[in-house]
C-alpha cells in the first residue's frame, strides 16, 4: 500500500519550477512512476507531494533538433523511444540499448528522463548516451542550461539536477559517417534485471580501416557510469590486432571501480569488463567491415 501524498499536476514547465522551489524537499517528481512507486511501498519512501509531469506537453515527444541532431523529451517513454524511426535512423544503438530495459509493461510506462534522473550505476540508457555525446538540458525558473552526459551523474542516486530544476530533454548528436555503435550488457535475465556490468562502444574508421575516434562506456562497475577514455586512447589508430584488443580490455578494466554485492562479486565484474568490451569491440570492427562489403 502507498503512503498518503499530495498531487500536484502542473500544466507546463513554469508553474512546475516554480512549484519545485516553493515545496523543496517536500515535493518529489513524478514521470512514468516505475521506481518512485516501487520506493514508496517497499522501502519506506515518503514524499509530502509528487509533482507529475506527464500533462507537459513541452517535456514529451522526439524531434529533429537541427544540425542532424535529435531531442528526446524527458518524459518521452522508453517504449517510444525504442519504437522510433527518427532514433532508429540516426542513433539505432539507443533504440537498442533502451529495448533491453525491464519488459514491455515497464517500457510503457517508464520514461527516459526517469532512467537518468535516478542516477544509477547501472542505467541501461546512459551507455548508449555516453558513446553519442549526448546533452542533458535542464531548466529553472533562472533559465536553461545543457550539461554533457559525462558530466550528469554525481554519484549513485545524485545527478547534476539542481533544486528547482526539471529534466527537459535529452540532446542526441548525429555519429559521424563510418562509424560503429555496440552496446552489450550481462545479467541473470535477458529482462527485469538490473545489469551486473553494461559495456557499449563507439569508433569511427578512416577509409583505410583505422579507428580515428572511438568511445567506451561502462555501466555498473562504478559509483556512476563512465568513459573508459585510457582504453579508448589505445584505440585510435593502428590496425586492431588481438594482442592490441587485450591492452584495450585489460586498460578498460582498469578504469573500472566495481563493487561487491548481491549481484556479483568485484572480481567478477572485472572480469566482465574485460569480456565484454573485447566483444564490443570485435563485433564494431565487423560491423564496419559488412558495411564497407556492401558498399562495393
Known amino acids: 500500500m502507498l503512503p498518503e501524498f499530495e498531487l500536484i499536476q502542473p500544466e507546463n514547465l513554469n508553474e512546475a519550477t516554480r512549484i519545485l522551489l516553493e515545496l523543496g524537499e517536500k515535493a518529489c517528481l513524478l514521470a512514468g512512476g516505475t521506481d518512485v512507486f516501487t520506493a514508496m511501498r517497499e522501502k519506506g519512501f515518503e ?6 509531469l506527464k500533462g507537459i506537453r513541452d517535456l514529451r515527444g522526439i524531434t529533429s533538433a537541427g544540425d542532424h541532431r535529435v531531442s528526446i523529451g524527458a518524459t518521452t517513454t522508453l517504449h517510444e523511444v525504442e519504437t522510433s524511426k527518427l532514433v532508429n535512423e540516426v542513433c539505432p544503438v539507443l533504440a537498442e540499448t533502451v529495448g533491453q530495459i525491464g519488459s514491455i509493461q515497464v517500457r510503457n510506462r517508464g520514461t527516459i528522463g526517469g532512467n537518468l534522473g535516478n542516477g544509477s550505476p547501472a542505467a541501461d540508457s546512459a ?4 558513446i553519442l555525446d549526448a546533452e542533458v538540458e535542464l531548466e529553472s525558473a533562472a533559465g536553461r542550461r545543457a550539461v554533457p552526459i559525462e558530466s550528469f551523474f554525481n554519484g549513485p542516486g545524485e545527478t547534476a539536477i539542481k533544486r528547482g530544476e526539471i529534466m527537459r530533454r535529452v540532446i542526441i548528436p548525429a555519429p559521424k559517417p563510418d562509424t560503429s555503435m555496440v552496446s552489450l550488457r550481462y545479467g541473470p535475465r535477458q529482462a527485469m534485471d538490473c ?6 562502444v563507439a569508433m569511427t574508421f578512416d577509409p583505410s580501416g583505422d579507428c580515428q575516434m572511438a568511445r567506451i562506456a561502462l555501466g555498473a562497475v562504478a559509483p556512476t557510469p563512465l568513459r573508459a577514455r585510457q582504453a579508448e586512447a589505445l584505440l585510435v589508430g593502428g590496425k586492431l590486432t588481438q594482442q592490441h584488443l587485450e591492452k584495450v580490455a585489460e586498460a578498460a578494466c582498469a578504469e573500472a571501480r566495481p563493487i561487491s554485492d548481491i549481484r556479483a562479486s568485484a572480481g567478477y565484474r572485472s572480469h566482465l569488463v574485460e569480456v565484454l568490451v573485447r566483444r564490443a569491440v570485435k563485433q564494431a570492427v565487423e560491423q564496419h567491415r559488412a558495411g564497407m562489403t556492401r558498399s562495393k
Open 47 to 52: 514524499p509530502e507531494v509528487l509533482v507529475d
Open 195 to 200: 545489469a551486473v556490468v553494461s559495456v557499449a
Open 127 to 130: 551507455r548508449a548516451l555516453l
